[in-house]
């Protein structure tokens, strides 16, 4: 190629790569974090709208919901939620800054989801809006200046605290299990493990359960994700006179020696509660299903299931 054509092509080439890292350094400077906190000592979330409140706090490094009483947050909400807010970043340019805007983009303070973060001693309180765009837009308490987000906080993170606890309420592997002693209405009875094989023990009976029985097999398997993702308030003497005939009471011991004791109730026609460790600030709603596991005739141990 000649010299006199050679030249040209590679000011343009440099030309444009400069074009190019200038646009990027401009556009990574028209963005800045959403949170005015050091993030990295972030002990305290309050998120809130018209209707519903969560708090939460961390507590031994890890986010709990601190009511109706002490529990560990979903652990992939808190991701999603540090991902999209915490560590987020927005466009540094403004909407508006005019005091009509926060009613225009629903930032008023009845109608806005209000985030509240706390690091320490120092605070930093959002609120946020939606009018049926992709985005949402946000403003600071006590300041009217507009931006918009690159994420949907209003739709993502409602204060419903059924979206932000996790539901499991125990958790034992087979091989953690020790012995299951369950009374009921009808029958009271003991399931023993000894390695791989299982003992049931009744006053009538004494058997060791077939391999691959059903029975069984649905009892393990609600023990290794006992889920509930409804709370009810056991401070209601009416709820605490349900559990002085329970429908069914089970005991659960671990390989060490550790017991819990779950007990089941009927509550408002067709809804089931569990009780555990006779501890009343929590009880939890379960599935009928989930009382008829325990409450099965000894026949039905009995029975090899189909593979």
């Known amino acids: 190629m000649k010299r006199n054509k050679l030249i040209p092509l590679i000011l343009l080439v440099v030309l444009s790569a400069a074009f190019f890292l200038l646009k990027q350094q401009d556009n990574t400077q028209k963005l800045r974090n959403l949170v005015n906190l050091d993030v990295s000592k972030l002990d305290s979330i309050e998120i809130w709208n018209s209707?519903?409140?969560i708090n939460?706090?961390?507590?031994e490094g890890e986010w709990k919901l601190t009511d109706p009483v002490l529990w560990p947050a979903d652990t992939l909400m808190i991701r999603l939620f540090f991902e999209e807010l915490v560590n987020a970043k927005h466009p540094r340019l403004a909407i508006s800054e005019d005091q009509a805007a926060i009613a225009r983009y629903n930032l008023d303070e009845d109608k806005a989801l209000h985030i509240r973060l706390k690091a320490g001693n120092k605070s930093d309180h959002?609120?946020?809006?939606?009018?049926?765009?992709?985005?949402?837009y946000f403003r600071r308490a006590k300041d009217n200046t507009v931006y918009q987000t690159r994420t949907r906080i209003v739709q993502d993170f409602s204060p419903l605290i059924m979206n932000w606890r996790n539901p499991l309420v125990i958790h034992y592997w087979e091989d953690e299990l020790a012995e299951l002693r369950v009374e009921h209405e009808k029958n009271k009875y003991t399931l023993t493990r000894d390695g791989l094989r299982w003992t049931f023990k009744d006053a009538n009976h004494e058997f060791d359960v077939v391999g691959?029985?059903?029975a069984l097999t649905k009892i393990v398997s609600i023990l290794q994700n006992f889920r509930s993702f409804s709370f009810i308030s056991g401070?209601?003497?009416g709820i605490k006179a349900l559990f002085q005939n329970p429908l069914s009471t089970v005991w659960i011991t671990d390989t060490e020696g550790k017991t819990r004791k779950l007990s089941f109730a009927k509550y408002l026609d067709e809804r089931y509660v569990m009780l555990l460790d006779d501890d009343y600030?929590?009880?939890y709603q379960v599935e009928f299903d989930t009382v008829f596991r325990f409450t099965r005739n000894p026949e039905i141990f009995m029975r090899t299931s189909p593979i």
């Open 212 to 214: 691959h029985n059903f």
């Open 56 to 59: 939460l706090v961390l507590d």
């Open 281 to 283: 600030t929590v009880l």
């Open 235 to 237: 401070e209601d003497p």
């Open 126 to 136: 959002l609120l946020f809006g939606n009018i049926g765009n992709a985005w949402d």
């Open 51 to 53: 209707e519903d409140r």
